[in-house]
């Protein structure tokens, strides 16, 4: 998923900011936003978060569409 979302970030880069966290060395952070698989695409805006997209749903074109509704 990783080289679809790079791309996705190139593409939209200019109206929505992406960004990475590295779960393992931020446990308390991932626990704390209830991230329980990877990949998981969160949404947010404003420090509240609008939107999440799990393990079992991050396919290219589900990734694609949370972006367009975004933009």
Do not use: H, W
Not at 15 to 28: D, E, I, P, S
């Amino acid at each position: 998923m990783k080289p679809f979302v790079v791309g996705c970030s190139e593409k939209y880069g200019d109206k929505l900011k992406f960004g990475v966290v590295n779960t393992g060395a931020n446990k308390r952070l991932a626990i704390g936003q209830r991230v329980m698989g990877i990949p998981t695409m969160v949404v947010y805006e404003g420090g509240e978060k609008l939107e999440t997209l799990g393990k079992d749903d991050a396919s290219e074109a589900n990734i694609e569409a949370l972006v367009q509704r975004y933009i």
